[in-house]
């Protein structure tokens, strides 16, 4: 549940981290993105990916699909009315997710995990050795960013346990969080490659898990990662003016609807007058929620 704080960054990565042609109408900020982080990319499009694991029984959210998105809090009975429920997959109990199951049919419950970042609070914080731990993440206390280079030692390790963790608590798919490190200043010089074998890793290891696979923001990597995730999962896309292909150039959640894949958008600051109508028409399954991510939520359809 992170807002983009690298835009600047992000729109530089546009041209350089995928091989794309400038959006037609760029956004100032995009001018005054370093050329460094724009030549760390430059060769983005290179990247070496493994095949996507396939997953037969995973569960794919229909396109028009119904939800909550509740982290601070564990939700409670009476529940909502929803096909998906995204929680917290540490403070949630398997006795939780049972519940959610049981008072709908057809209920499917996602599992939240930060994948990009250490939480001093979580109860496997100690597992992290000091040499993946980067800077503080800006405005979020007790964070970390993560080195996503060294998913092939301890830091996987500790992320296959957070997903076998999911699984035994009964979830059918998982969120991961903050797993757009490479447009952020992190303190580990991390690449667009970099970012999209790790993502990718992420995707293939819930699958091998028989968990569906959520792709959280990263925006400019949608064409690359499109085939390992199964949703996709935005913030304040309408805010920024970046939800779709035309307004982005070669890259867009519509990507996703094309593919029959659910995509789930969140607005913080827009009214919903400012946005529903425009989600509704690309048919993204979008809510107005507060910062905190509580039970508060407004659908727009």
């Known amino acids: 549940m992170r807002f983009l704080t690298a835009i600047a960054a992000a729109c530089a990565l546009l041209a350089a981290g995928l091989g794309a042609a400038p959006p037609a109408a760029a ?15 430059a060769a983005a ?6 095949a996507p694991v396939a997953c037969a029984g995973c569960w794919r959210p229909a396109l028009n699909t119904s ?38 049919a057809g209920r499917k419950v996602v599992c939240y995990l930060s994948a990009g970042s250490y ?3 979580r109860p496997d914080a100690g597992a992290f050795p000091a040499s993946v731990l980067g800077k503080p993440l800006d ?14 030692g301890e830091l996987g390790q500790i992320m296959r346990a957070r997903l076998d963790m999911c699984k035994a608590k009964g979830f059918d798919a998982v969120e991961f969080d903050n797993v757009d490190g490479h447009t952020n200043d992190t303190g580990f010089p991390l690449t667009a490659d970099d970012q999209l074998r790790y993502n990718a890793w992420l995707a293939n290891e819930a699958h091998r898990r028989g968990l569906s696979a959520g792709l959280k923001n990263d925006i400019p990597q949608i064409p690359r990662l499109l085939p390992y995730f ?30 029959g894949k659910a995509v789930f958008t969140v607005e913080y600051k ?3 007058s400012q946005f529903c109508s425009k989600s509704n028409a690309q048919n993204f399954n979008s809510l107005k929620k507060r910062l905190e991510l509580d039970a508060y939520r407004v659908a727009c359809r």
Request: charged share 25%.
């Open 119 to 121: 939480e001093d609070w």
């Open 270 to 272: 827009l009214s919903t």
């Open 230 to 259: 199964d949703w996709a999962l935005n913030e304040q896309c309408w805010q920024y003016k970046e939800c779709t292909t035309a307004q982005n150039g070669d890259y867009g959640y519509d990507q996703f609807v094309r593919a």
């Open 67 to 104: 939800w909550q998105w509740q982290l601070s809090t564990v939700p409670a009975e009476p529940f909502l009315d929803v096909v998906m429920y995204d929680i917290d997959g540490f403070n949630a109990t398997a006795a939780t997710v049972r519940r959610l199951h049981e008072t709908k």
């Open 139 to 152: 405005g979020w206390e007790g964070e970390r960013w993560l080195d996503i280079r060294r998913y092939d």
């Open 45 to 50: 499009s290179q990247a070496d990916l493994p």
């Open 27 to 41: 956004s100032p900020a995009s001018s005054t993105a370093s050329s460094s982080a724009a030549a760390s990319s």
